[in-house]
């Protein structure tokens, strides 16, 4: 599976091709920042895991766009590309250097796994070895006095003997470093890097040669593993696709990320991690206090303890200074006022019918609860006798009357009860008000990223919901099973709504209950 991409935007430091001046015009922020230099490119070699294909390609876009980093890829080939292996030419002229830029896009990937500054590459280890001595004092020059290296390799779609690995050691016999090895906690290595077409071919298709610039950010997503994680719900996100969510986002120091469907907020916790302020919403009051049973499965029974709750978790974390609290907000009826656009970002998962039900308030408000009448008030007479002695003794009764006002209960006027008529909300309309929400609530330049669960049979690609002032950006497939699907949709705020404008889109695109539960596969915004 591709992933699937507009292109870049135009705060995108992204250079596609090798005409600079052409990409830079797309890129205005990227353009001023590198006017005047003279660009110097250094090749990398990003290996990603092969795991999550239609995610490599948004993921990276977006880790660019907020690390600022000024590169070049030939993107068609990288969306269609199965390898773990992407040539990524950085700019040396950039802010730091192309090492510090590169580390700065390894501090915010998910998919990637680490990146080597590359010294040679071919379609042999022959040819590798030629663009090799081609730059030895470059290589040699990477270990130096003081410093301890070792040798690493690894291989794709086939394993080699250990004597395999040897031969292609001792092929760089030629090179002399002044440091010493170390193969146990060296502080430069050195890797070799072959790629099989197929388990049984005998010789490499793709050769790689060069030292480990640093590792990726992979090891949060044990850190936020859900076993782990104080709060749980039948909805919790995977921490890895949240991950992924947070950087498509731009979540980002000092940004502010909305989740108007928070549940146990899941996707706010890497928001946070990563340096934004963040705050929910949900209709599911129980949920957000934390009250009912545990989910657990190796707990019966048992309800929700002090550390199963939302502030709870984010102690647990750290982050609690990047938690502004959530709040019980129906979104068909959010309370903000019109004309406030103040949210970087929205990452969401709306949900859509199976582990979760959506729900918003009834239109019409809640029903009418006038209190009971009883007897008219009853008019106490107390008498009160003060007594005055003098030479002669006179008393002096005071009579006072006071109107019970408590017995009479016709007297309370009318009251409406404070608990809302909870009604179904029809899926089509969750995510056509979700963008108009958004289109109203976010800065020009924040994004909405929200996930949309599709039925394989019925959706096409061209079907996504559109509103006037949202551009999509890029759309992800995480397959769920043969039949279904859900797509991570990234959109981008280019305009403030003028009035009248709204979302639009064919229901078909989107996933009602009754596909889902194999009913007649007819989508209606009227649907019960």
């Known amino acids: 599976m591709a992933a699937v991409a507009t292109g870049p935007t135009k705060r ?29 490119w250094q090749p990398f070699l990003f290996v990603f895991c092969q795991a999550r294909l239609p ?102 779609n086939r394993k080699r003997h250990l004597d395999h690995r040897r031969q292609l050691f001792e092929s760089l016999s030629f090179l002399y470093y002044q440091g010493t090895v170390d193969v146990r906690t060296p502080t430069v290595v050195f890797k070799v890097l072959e790629e099989y077409k197929k388990k049984k071919d005998p010789t490499p298709c793709k050769c790689f040669f060069g030292r480990v610039v640093g590792e990726s950010q992979r090891g949060l997503i044990n ?44 996707l706010l916790f890497p928001a946070a991690h990563f340096g934004s302020y963040v705050v929910g919403s949900d209709i599911d009051y129980v949920t957000l206090q934390g009250y009912g049973k545990t989910p657990r499965a190796n707990v019966q029974d048992r309800m929700r303890g002090p550390e199963e709750k939302i502030p709870a978790t984010f102690r647990q974390y750290g982050l609690s200074h990047r938690y502004l609290g959530v709040a019980v907000i129906d979104s068909n009826r959010p309370p903000w006022r019109p004309g406030l656009s103040f949210v970087d970002a929205i990452i969401t998962d709306p949900p859509y019918g199976i582990r979760e039900k959506p729900r918003k308030v009834q239109s ?4 009418s609860v006038a209190a009971t009448g009883s007897a008219p008030a009853a008019a106490t007479t107390v008498t009160h006798t003060t007594t005055t002695t003098t030479a002669t003794t006179t008393t002096t009764s005071t009579t006072t ?28 309309h969750v995510f056509l008000d979700l963008l108009n929400f958004a289109a109203h609530i976010l800065v020009v330049g924040g994004r909405l990223v929200y996930w949309l669960p599709v039925v394989m049979s019925l959706f096409d690609e061209s079907q996504f919901p559109q509103h006037p002032n949202l551009r999509q950006l890029s759309f992800s497939r995480d397959q ?19 009035q009248g404008a709204v979302s639009s889109g064919p229901t078909e695109a989107m996933l009602d209950a009754r596909p889902f539960l194999k009913l007649p596969p007819v989508l209606s915004s009227d649907a019960p």
Not at 16 to 36: E, H, I, K, Y
Not at 364 to 367: A, K, L, N, R, T
Not at 412 to 420: G, H, I, L, N
Request: charged share 25%; with cysteine; aromatic share 6%.
């Open 364 to 367: 019409g408000g809640s029903e």
């Open 55 to 156: 995610f490599r390609l948004p993921e990276l876009d977006s880790v660019l766009h907020v690390c600022h980093a000024t590169v070049r890829f030939d993107r068609d080939e990288f969306a269609k590309c199965e390898s773990p292996f992407v040539v990524v030419e950085v700019d040396d002229a950039q802010e730091g250097g192309a090492i510090a830029a590169v580390k700065r896009i390894l501090g915010r990937s998910i998919l990637m796994r680490y990146a080597l500054e590359l010294y040679g590459s071919g379609g042999s280890w022959e040819a590798c070895v030629e663009a090799i001595r081609l730059v030895t004092d470059r290589v040699q020059n990477a270990a130096g006095v003081g410093e301890s290296f070792k040798y690493d390799y690894e291989s794709v």
């Open 12 to 40: 995108l430091r992204v250079m596609a091709t090798d005409d600079v001046q052409a990409a830079t015009a797309t890129a205005p922020t990227a353009a001023a920042s590198v006017a005047g230099r003279q660009h110097r």
């Open 480 to 498: 769920l099973s043969k039949k279904h699907a859900r797509y991570l949709v990234t959109m981008e705020k280019i305009s403030e709504p003028t």
């Open 223 to 266: 850190h936020f593993a859900l076993t782990d994680r104080g709060i749980l719900g039948t909805t919790s996100m995977d921490p890895e696709l949240s991950l992924l969510a947070a950087n498509q986002g731009l979540a980002r120091q000092g940004s502010l990320v909305l989740d108007p469907f928070v549940g146990t907020a899941s």
């Open 401 to 428: 009357t006071i109107t019970d006002a408590r017995a009479d209960a016709s007297a309370v006027p009318e009251r409406k009860s404070t608990k809302p008529t909870i009604e179904k909300y029809a899926i089509d």
